[in-house]
């Protein structure tokens, strides 16, 4: 089974970018889907972004859809989500998570593999 580590959350104000990174280890990334999460304070875990094996698909949020971007590189074992224009709602801890089938999936169930998430506070 892969492991995943999140990077890059931080403090930022609003308009301003972060990226945030998912490595992968235990097997190739590009073995899986991978899909962005964010759960914010009180709420429920939500899907972000999605990300195919090969890169070629990709699913967004209509709340952050124009305004992040999510990539792979697959021989960094590693995927990406650029966030820019962040507002205060994006605050959240954010998760990448591993699905084997090469399906593009908002359901938290349907993933495998989960990171520790990493901390994203948007202040105004």
């Known amino acids: 089974q892969v492991q995943l580590v999140e990077s890059g959350g931080g403090f930022v104000q609003a308009g301003g970018s972060l990226r945030l990174s998912c490595a992968a280890s235990?097997?190739?990334?590009?073995?899986?889907?991978i899909g962005w999460f964010r759960q914010p304070p009180g709420k429920e875990r939500e899907s972000v972004a999605s990300?195919?094996?090969?890169?070629?698909?990709?699913w967004y949020a209509n709340a952050v859809k124009g305004r992040f971007t999510i990539s792979r590189d697959n021989a960094k074992n590693t995927v990406y989500l650029q966030m820019n224009s962040l507002r205060p709602e994006d605050t959240a801890v954010y998760y990448c998570?591993?699905?084997?089938?090469?399906?593009?999936?908002?359901?938290?169930?349907?993933?495998?593999?989960w990171g520790q998430g990493t901390q994203v506070t948007v202040t105004s």
């Open positions: 235990g097997r190739a990334i590009s073995d899986y889907v």
């Open positions: 998570a591993a699905d084997f089938t090469d399906v593009l999936r908002t359901s938290v169930d349907k993933y495998d593999s």
């Open positions: 990300i195919s094996w090969r890169g070629s698909r990709t």
